[in-house]
């Protein structure tokens, strides 16, 4: 199973430096947090999903749309109930919490949605090179991005596991909660087992490599800002701008929305 | 000019273990000198790659004994990622020793921590992906690769460094036939480009032809040393030290012959020299007598089967399959050709996506995982796994206690199955302190205390040495005449020719062939096509026309002189 989302694809997107797309990352979480109306979080939506397209990389929504459409959803019946207004749009319903939850819900599929296509065009070692250039030291760096790497690794393990498991009649979804929590224990026991052999195996690989021979390295992989990560950097920090500009002039939210 | 690796007396014990994993090695190789390492489990293998680089005793902790140079360095003044450059290490694991997202970076990080330039690390990076023929394959993720290729990945991670000694533990044992052979090939490359000495632990005896030399070791140690033709003609030797001798040696040897050959070329030859042939009468009486046990009725049924993954890979393309009560099935096939994702079908592990597999008559869409592991136990690959109890009892207890079986009943079935397996006394045993080949066996008697009709298991004999191959096989031929239904999965191909009654072909989430086993070994070409290679001995008999399935089968066909039914058709 095939957990990560990088996809390897020749785009302006790839392209760009690690920390212009994380800068550009954190506008785009900024605005929509702030954004508590869903038609600028729609215009957002489309913005982000946009670069996706033009990084090509859309095609990882497949893996996590349940996720998005069941947060949408949720988002949106739940603070339909919760929230209350002035306009009563269906039974107990009021639009201004119907779009409330409107809004939630596409606020964090949009946060979602930008940190998916992050990922999926920056690859692991660029985020650590990344990190790198912004002063922290190579073996953080490479401890982050080993764990980043280790998490798949773990993934796999545990779906082996629990089905080895299940082949032998371990049934987790019967029983109460303390009986529940003891059948945990035949999952966890070689998961962790797995876990650090696994580190270890891969700790005397590193070493048997060369790790930490020497204080100065190289870094092969060559990041650098360009045209484009300034043009991104300014473009997304006025729209940061723009937001906190109608956010104080209250444009943003929905009126008469009783929370 | 300084030998390329000397080991000096030396002695290792691991922290917390009573006995010498090393017992006093003297070994000398010379510089380009090519070895292979020989033994059963537990005889130090593993330990004593890890003394050429320095991870023992810098990073393995304790007891260190004696003094290993290599090139003139006494690895106990070295760190181990000093010692990198001279000394490159792979590992059998191939998984745990890969990180980076794609090839080229893969690759580069050994350079790089040494603080070479770009640009020589670029026509490093190049120069040992071409080597292990992974040129083109810059920017692929690793993860998405064969693991033949992720092996032999694995070596050119190390061969960037240059490393002048190139010692690789087990690498092929996790492969399937075809890359073993990718991985043999790129060790071969690599010989002829570059001047390395290169020591490879490995149990193929046939690729060991190919050595200057093999080590055999035992107990921590050398045992036996010296040039494979040597070394390998003592099959009775190599045999008890827990090393598959070659088919080919064991015939000829059984033949009474002064003379061995090792190839199959080689037999042919020495056949016609010493007027040796195939009696005809002979073979057609073994085909008649080793014809397959009448089986009973249809217990897994397999319509139309396709399977997709949640990633949209088509792992099953179309499979039909009947697997009758009382047969003994050996499913082969390529690492990814769908054979694994087929058995995990047949407890509703997965769920087909399309067609339909049908379980002592029961749709596996409508019974649970739960209810068809009652029919078929299914015994993974790897039992660290699964274990996860702190005595012996209580893990082969696990499956019964979830079924609600009597207590009463669980003490019988838990003492029928560890006597079946052969751990008889070992019930309030820890599961994690015992050896790789015995955790295997508490497995087994974990499924079989179930008492499944049905026992698929997953490659059951990778990573252990040849003797507990033999026992696993021996123990699982045996629950087979004892009434259960037996579905094996896996690439050792004279474990198939032995022990299954039937062999499934799977090629690209297809089966290709389907038929017993002697029929199916008979297409030897197209099995070369599906990436499989049957053993020697298969290979000879195919060369006479007639496929032979052992040794044993061999010499009772093979006569001197006279004029029988059958021709030998030599080339």
Known sequence: MDVYLYLERDSAVHRMDPRSKLFVLLMVFAVAVLCNHPLPLLVLLVLVLAVGQVARVLGNLRRIWVMLATIGVLSTVIWSFWAGGRTRLAGPVELEAFLYGLATGLKLDTMIIAGMIFLSTTRNEEITAGLIKLGTPFAVSFAFSTALRLVPTFIGASVTVIQAQKSRGLDVSSGGFFSRVKKQLPMLVPVFVCAIRGTNQLAMALESKGFGAQRERTYYLEIGLGRLDYAAMVVSAALLGLTVYLKVRGWLEIPGLIR | ?571
């Open chain 2, 1 to 571: 000019m300084p030998q390329a690796v000397v080991a000096d007396a030396v002695r290792f014990q691991y922290k917390d273990q009573s006995s010498w994993a090393l017992d006093g090695i003297d070994l000398t190789l010379a510089e380009g000198e090519f070895a292979v390492i020989m033994g059963p489990s537990g005889a130090g293998k593993s330990t004593f790659c890890c003394t050429l680089n320095g991870l023992i005793p810098h990073f393995l902790r304790g007891r260190f004994e004696g003094r290993v140079t290599v090139l003139g360095k006494d690895t106990r003044q070295f760190r181990v990622s000093q010692l990198a450059r001279d000394v490159g290490l792979v590992f059998q694991d191939f998984e745990t020793q890969l990180f980076s997202t794609n090839v080229e970076l893969e690759v580069a990080f050994g350079p790089e921590n040494f603080g070479l330039p770009r640009a020589e690390i670029a026509s490093r990076v190049r120069e040992a992906l071409s080597t292990v023929r992974l040129a083109g394959m810059e920017r692929r993720s690793p993860t998405t690769l064969s693991g033949g290729q992720k092996q032999r990945l694995a070596i050119a991670s190390v061969l960037s460094l240059a490393p002048r000694i190139v010692c690789m533990d087990e690498p092929t044992t996790d492969l399937d036939p075809v890359g073993k052979h990718e991985v043999f090939e790129a060790a071969a490359r690599l010989r002829a480009t570059r001047d390395v000495t290169m020591v490879i632990v490995e149990h193929e005896t046939e690729e060991a032809l190919g050595a200057d030399r093999i080590v055999l070791m035992q107990g921590g140690r050398v045992t036996g040393d010296g040039p494979p033709r040597q070394v390998l003609a003592d099959a009775d030797a190599l045999e008890s030290a827990g090393i598959q001798p070659l088919d080919v040696v064991r015939l000829f040897r059984q033949l009474g012959e002064d003379r061995v050959p090792f190839t199959v070329d080689e037999a042919l030859e020495l056949m016609r020299a010493r007027g040796w042939r195939l009696d005809g009468a002979a073979y057609a009486r073994l085909v008649a007598q080793k014809r397959p046990p009448a089986c009973g009725d249809p217990i897994i049924e397999v319509e139309g089967l396709r399977h997709r993954y949640a990633s949209g890979v088509a792992a099953l393309d179309g499979v039909d399959l009947t697997v009758r009560e009382g047969e003994f099935v050996a499913v082969v096939g390529q690492n990814g050709s769908g054979k694994t994702t087929l058995v995990k079908h047949f407890n509703g592990l997965l769920l087909p996506t399309a067609g339909r597999v049908v379980v002592g008559g029961r749709d596996t869409r409508r019974a649970g995982v739960l209810e068809l592991s009652k029919l078929v136990g299914y015994v993974f690959q790897n039992p660290d796994h699964q274990i996860f109890a702190d005595t012996v009892f209580d893990e082969v207890a696990f499956g019964p206690r979830n079924f609600g079986v009597p207590p009463g009943e669980i003490t019988r079935r838990v003492r029928e199955a560890l006597a079946a397996v052969g751990l008889s006394g070992y019930e309030q045993a820890d599961p994690f302190a015992l050896t790789k080949g015995e955790r295997q066996r508490v497995a087994v008697a974990s499924v079989l205390a179930t008492q499944p009709r049905v026992i698929v298991l997953d490659e059951p004999t990778t990573g252990l040495d040849y003797r507990e191959q033999r026992g696993m096989m021996q123990l699982i031929k045996k629950l087979n005449e004892d009434g259960h239904t037996i579905i094996v999965v896996t690439h050792t191909m004279w474990v198939v020719a032995e022990y299954a009654h039937r062999v499934v072909v799977m090629k690209d989430g297809r089966i290709m062939f389907d038929g017993p086993t002697r029929e199916v070994f008979s297409h030897e070409e197209e099995l070369t096509q599906a990436f499989l290679r049957p053993p020697q001995i298969v290979r000879l008999g195919n060369r006479l026309g007639h496929p032979l399935l052992t040794v044993e089968e061999a010499r009772a066909c093979l006569t001197k002189g006279g004029q029988g039914g059958g021709r030998l058709s030599l080339p």
